[in-house]
């Protein structure tokens, strides 16, 4: 038995390796591993305090002192790409997973109860479709105050209903098929053949999704950042780099608002790069 | 009906009638549909494409709820409505079905043996090695290997496929197994394989079948009974051999025609198809 569950667990990575992709999509796929691990490490990897600003030596161009130069109030900015990537990517990997999470039980249970329950569930949907997910985090923070927490709750929200719709889809599609049939004729319970038999089917395409949806939750949170609305300093973060740096790129240079942004322009396209290639395979799959 | 009765009748279907209502117009898909089964029986559905056989199916295993009538199966009537898991356990256990396509009757994502494993695990063969036995035993009951319960189903062919599909149907072990249209999707000549087995399964273990189809060559080799269905209504039911000989209802006839062999003319049987048209399902029965 416990091989047989190794094998379920194995089988979603070994599908991966198999898929391999183009060299596109395996360039953006080392990316993401790239800034994964350098988030995970970042306390051993920044060579200084991102926090500590030296006065004296504001916007010093790149050299061996600061490979990325310094930004106005002297802060490294190297040090503060690498510490700043921990915020950066937790926000958004915190907005992904409770918005998947709440939309596949919201999709899942559209589907499977069908009827009233489904166009009732599709309208509440299709009201919270209406609202940007940046407006909404700029309401949430308006009511709730500034920082991380506020705006992560309300994308959350604002990103469920992607997820929702597409696994609602997903399983109406897989619910027609007769294997569902067969496992309720055979007395499974409708929880059971909806959760543990019908979701892992769908699961790859909508883990596709999801990490679409990575690289602009990414780009919304850094968007509110950006807008002294997010992280606040002197926590390093990428948006918040790009605020602080607003003067530098008035006095010409702009360095160190420019390396923060490539960093967020290269996540988000190479989550949505992996994402869509991903999802794109997995539609047409099985034979 | 005494008890000795009761229990060697298998399934009494009586007065059963569905009907779907899209907007004002009501079509009715199956009307007074009445047979009985005896264990060890084979009894054939048969009609053409939107006669009712496959609503009838559905019926039978509690995938849809009739509108009128009454499904006995061992003399116990089926409930309407199941809730709970003694109440799903038992229904199961009183009608499984062999769906018609064998590429999407299995889950994908499991192999065919632990596809059996968990319907006996369900059905509460708790020791592991007992199931492993018994997963190993329906197997070969198919003519299936270890090579073929370690695989996924898209790795077997559509014959080894549907034959995972009737071991796990008859896993639960029920009373009645319904085909539903179990062998139009296999070759020929895999057909005649799964067509002998079901014969065998039939034999050895007392099971009833009911075989839904519109191939009439497939139903005289597996059932002793046949009831044609046209338009939700029935036609005639009689024993098979006799339907086949010396078909009553023009429908069958028709039915019968409509087999391709050398001296077959589609055209006249178009032809005899329209003049037929829906005034023949008010004379039947």
């Known amino acids: 038995m416990s091989a047989q569950m190794a094998g379920v667990t194995r089988k979603p990575i070994a599908k991966l390796r198999s898929m391999g992709g183009g060299w596109l999509e395996k360039v953006c796929l080392g990316l993401l591993v790239l800034f994964v691990l350098v988030a995970l490490f970042a306390p051993w990897l920044s060579p200084q305090d991102p926090t500590y600003g030296e006065l004296g030596t504001g916007l010093v161009g790149p050299g061996a002192d600061h490979w990325l130069g310094t930004d106005q109030g002297g802060h490294d900015t190297f040090s503060a790409l690498i510490e700043g990537s921990r915020t950066s990517l937790a926000g958004p990997l915190l907005v992904v997973l409770v918005s998947t999470v709440a939309g596949i039980a919201i999709g899942l249970f559209a589907a499977w109860r069908g009827g009233w329950v489904d166009t009732v569930l599709g309208r509440l949907l299709d009201v919270v479709f209406a609202f940007p997910a940046l407006l909404v985090a700029i309401l949430a923070v308006a009511v709730f105050g500034k920082g991380m927490t506020a705006p992560v709750i309300a994308m959350s929200v604002a990103y469920m209903p992607y997820t929702a719709r597409l696994v609602r889809g997903l399983a109406m599609q897989e619910q027609a098929r007769p294997y569902i049939a067969a496992y309720r004729v055979q007395g499974h319970s409708a929880l ?96 | ?241 006799e339907l086949l000989s010396d078909p009553g209802h023009p429908y069958t006839q028709l039915l019968l025609a409509s087999v391709p062999r050398p001296d077959w003319d589609p055209d006249s049987i178009s032809r005899r198809r329209r003049e037929l048209g829906p005034a023949a399902a008010g004379g039947g029965a």
């Open chain 2, 1 to 241: 009906m005494t008890v000795d009765d009761h229990a060697r009748t298998l399934l009494q279907v009586c007065g059963l009638r569905k009907a779907y209502r899209t907007g004002k117009t009501e079509v009715v898909a199956v009307d007074d549909l009445s047979f009985s089964l005896r264990a060890g029986g084979a009894l054939g559905i048969v009609g053409e494409s939107g006669s009712g056989k496959t609503t009838t199916a559905r019926m039978l295993i509690g995938l849809e709820r009739p509108d009128a009538g009454q499904i006995l199966v061992q003399g116990e009537p089926l409930a309407p409505t199941v809730r709970g898991r003694a109440a799903r356990l038992a229904r199961a256990k009183a009608v499984q079905i062999v769906f018609q396509d064998p590429y999407l009757s299995l889950d994908g994502r499991i192999t065919v043996g632990a596809t059996i494993d968990g319907a006996l695990r369900l059905h509460g063969l708790a020791d592991p090695a007992a199931r492993t036995a018994r997963t190993r035993e329906l197997l070969a009951q198919v003519g299936l290997g270890e090579r073929e319960a370690a695989a996924l189903p898209r790795k077997l062919s559509g014959g080894q496929r549907q034959r995972a599909a009737i071991a796990r149907a008859l896993a639960v072990e029920p009373a009645v197994l319904v085909l539903d249209e179990a062998v139009s999707a296999l070759d020929v000549s895999v057909q005649a394989q799964v067509l002998n087995l079901l014969s065998d399964i039939r034999r050895d273990t007392g099971i009833g079948l009911v075989f839904v189809s519109h191939d009439l060559a497939v139903v005289r080799y597996v059932c002793d009974e046949a009831l044609v269905l046209y338009r939700g209504r029935t036609m005639e039911h009689r024993p098979v051999a």
């Open chain 1, 192 to 287: 059971y053949v909806a959760v543990r038999r019908l979701l892992p089917n769908i699961g790859p395409t909508v883990l596709a999704q999801s990490s679409v949806n990575f690289g602009y939750a990414l780009l919304d949170l850094a968007a509110l950042s950006f807008l002294g609305l997010g992280v606040q300093a002197p926590t390093p973060d990428w948006g918040a780099m790009i605020n602080q740096s607003q003067a530098a790129v008035l006095r010409g240079q702009p360095l160190s608002a420019v390396v923060p942004a490539v960093a967020v322009v290269v996540v988000v396209v190479a989550f949505n790069i992996v994402g869509e290639n991903v999802g794109d395979r997995l539609a047409g799959r099985k034979t």
